[in-house]
């Protein structure tokens, strides 16, 4: 289930969660697992036990045993040049 970016935001990435069970509160713009789930922003993995995510104050909790792999920014590193 993606995530749109807020507006202005500096970062386009989507935000992506997947698990077995997902459970939405749309009203209040949460989100609930009681299993095992895995979020996606980028290269950047996160897995968890649980979660609870409240899009409008932009908090992610994850419980239980929790993993992440984060991967290095996409831009290119500066050319470094000799001085002559």
Do not use: W
Request: overall charge positive; proline content about 6%; aromatic content about 6%.
């Amino acid at each position: 289930m993606p995530s749109a970016p807020a507006a202005g935001a500096a970062s386009a990435v989507a935000l992506e969660f997947r698990g077995e069970f997902l459970q939405a509160f749309l009203d209040t713009e949460r989100l609930h697992s009681h299993l095992p789930v895995t979020v996606t922003r980028g290269n950047t993995q996160l897995r968890a036990d649980t979660l609870d995510y409240d899009h409008l104050e932009r908090v992610l909790r994850l419980n239980g045993r929790v993993r992440a792999s984060f991967a290095a920014p996409l831009h290119s590193s500066p050319t470094v040049r000799a001085g002559t």
